[in-house]
Structure formats: C-alpha cells, structure tokens
C-alpha cells in the first residue's frame, strides 16, 4: 500500500517537472501563476507546520511540540543551518517530555 | 559553488532519511522517495502526512506532495529554453530540475556557465541528497521510540525551517499564519491531511484574490 503512495506521488512530482519541457513556453507562464504556484507552497507549508505541531489524532493538543517549535523559528531566524537547527529543536522536545512530562 | 550546494543539501537528506524510517516507511521507500521523487519539500511534506495520519493519510500524503510540486512546473519552463534538451536527456534534466540547480543557474551570468550551473548542480544534489538519505534512513531505523526522541517536533521543526526563506513580506506571512490556523482548526472534523490541501486552496484564493495588488 505504502509503496503505491510513494511511486504514485513520485510520479505525480514528476509529472510537474517535466511539464515545463514539454509545453510550450508561450502556452503557460504569468506572473500570476508564479505568484499563485508561490503562495499555494507556502500555504502548505505552514499548514503542516500547524498540524505536525498542534494536532494529536483530530485534537488540538499543546505539548512539548510547541516549544520546540517555537525554538525552531528563533534558531532559523538566526540562521543556524537546518541539520542543526532540526536536532536542536527535537531535543528542546525530547527534554520537555523527559523532565516535565509534556 | 555547485559543489558546497550539493553538500548543504545534503544536511536536509539525512533528516529526511531519519524523519522517513520514524514515519514508518522502510529504508527502500525512503530510499526510493530521494531516487524518484527528488524534491525535498515534497518528500518531507509526503513522510510528515504518513508519520501523523499513518496509512489512511496515503492519498492526501499523495496529493500535498504532488501540490508542492507546482513550482518544478515553473523550473522546467524557464529553464528550458536555454537547456532545450532531446529525446532522453529531457527526462534527465526534469528530474533534475529543482529549487538549487534553477537558484544556481539563474545566478550565473552567462549561458554556458547557466547551463553548466544547472547541470553540475543537479547532479552533485542528486548524489549527496541520495547517500545522505542513505545514512539518515539507517539512523532513523537505529533509534527507539520517536517520540521520546522528539522526532515529531523534528519534523515541525524542518518545516518551520523549510517555509522561514519563503516569508519575505506581509502577504506571504499571513498567508501562512491564515492557512495553519485554517488547518489545524479543520483538523477537528476532518479527516487527516486533508485539512493540509484545504489551507493550500486557501493559499491559491488569496493569491487570486489578490493579484492586483502585486
């Protein structure tokens, strides 16, 4: 089943990729689109940002996600670089359930 | 400057490998996404939707990794009139078309070293994002229970760190803020992952709505 999921979404990514090659230039390129194709990313993003930090099994639960995450926006605001950045945050996590029980 | 993308990215492929296997997929899928899929915030977006709604998340999993996928559509048309590849070498250069070869390839300032850029990136991504996935996959299999490890705020962490570059101004940012809340609100009632596809639609009206305003 999983692997139905990965192939099909591996091709389903592809398929934009190759897209640009194939069609011609003078059919589909705007501003427009480039700025909607750029919003429609960031909406997602952040979407799962919110539901990878807030959302347990269909309730919006706050626990230890929630200072990591907020660690994780300060160490990116500072630029830290993303390996570092993603282990220091999960520690922050790891730390708050192991010592308060978040 | 090819090289030393290559290698950061590289950083990205060894927590993605950790956060595949923690997920729940098995070191070939993983393996598999970085060989096929070859798009990192796609891949992270797919293994973050299966490690929360787990097997029934599969088809929204499929659709916010294809939804992230959009912006390759605009790589491959800017970048192919100036690779104009025949034949096989298309299926090449599409696979390779991604946020750092398009970056360092528009950054050059000549055509050869455009094209050069593009190429010699793609493929020094591709090498280290894949071995590093590699390595990144056989850690993740290594460590106990995720959650002890905090992996599931790694996770939200990566795509805190994914979305940081991209919120530049006003419009983007609150595009971002009301689409999380809109997911994470309509994660209440609705089935997992599809709220994630409902704050992307919301992000697509705005832009719609707003584009006078650019």
Not at chain 1, 4 to 18: C, E
Not at chain 2, 170 to 199: E, Q, Y
């Amino acid at each position: 089943m999983l692997w139905i999921g990965v192939i099909g979404a591996s091709l389903a990514v592809f398929s934009w990729k190759i897209l640009g090659y194939l069609v011609p230039q003078k059919l589909v390129s705007s501003n427009r689109a480039l700025h909607v194709s750029s919003k429609l990313t960031i909406a997602l993003l952040a979407a799962l940002v919110g539901v990878q930090t807030f959302v347990s099994s269909g309730h919006v639960v706050f626990d230890a996600r929630v200072p990591a995450v907020i660690v994780a926006g300060v160490l990116s605001w500072l630029r830290v670089p993303f390996v570092v950045m993603v282990i220091i945050s999960g520690g922050v996590a790891a730390l708050a359930r192991y010592y308060l029980h978040w | 400057m090819s090289f030393s993308v290559g290698l950061a990215t590289g950083l990205y492929a060894v927590s993605f490998g950790a956060l595949s296997t923690l997920a729940g997929l098995n070191i070939w899928q993983t393996m598999s996404l970085s060989l096929l899929m070859f798009s990192g915030a796609s891949q992270f977006a797919f293994v973050g939707v299966i490690g929360s709604a787990g097997l029934s998340g599969l088809t929204s999993a499929v659709l916010s990794a294809w939804l992230l996928g959009v912006r390759n559509g605009f790589y491959g048309l800017s970048m192919s009139p100036m690779i104009s590849p025949r034949g096989f070498k298309r299926i090449t250069a599409a696979q390779l078309t991604i946020d750092e070869s398009v970056a360092v390839s528009m950054a050059q300032d000549s055509e050869p070293n455009r094209k050069r850029g593009f190429w010699l990136t793609g493929m020094f991504v591709y090498l280290f994002w894949n071995s590093l996935t590699a390595l990144g996959a056989l850690a993740g299999e290594a460590m106990g229970d995720p959650k002890s490890w905090g992996l599931d705020a790694a996770a939200a962490a990566a795509f805190v760190g994914l979305i940081w570059p991209r919120l530049k101004d006003l419009i983007s940012t609150s595009v971002a803020l009301g689409a999380a809340v809109i997911a994470v609100v309509t994660s209440l009632f609705l089935p997992a992952g599809w709220p994630v596809l409902l704050a992307g639609l919301f992000g697509v009206l705005v832009a719609l709505f707003l584009k006078e305003r650019d």
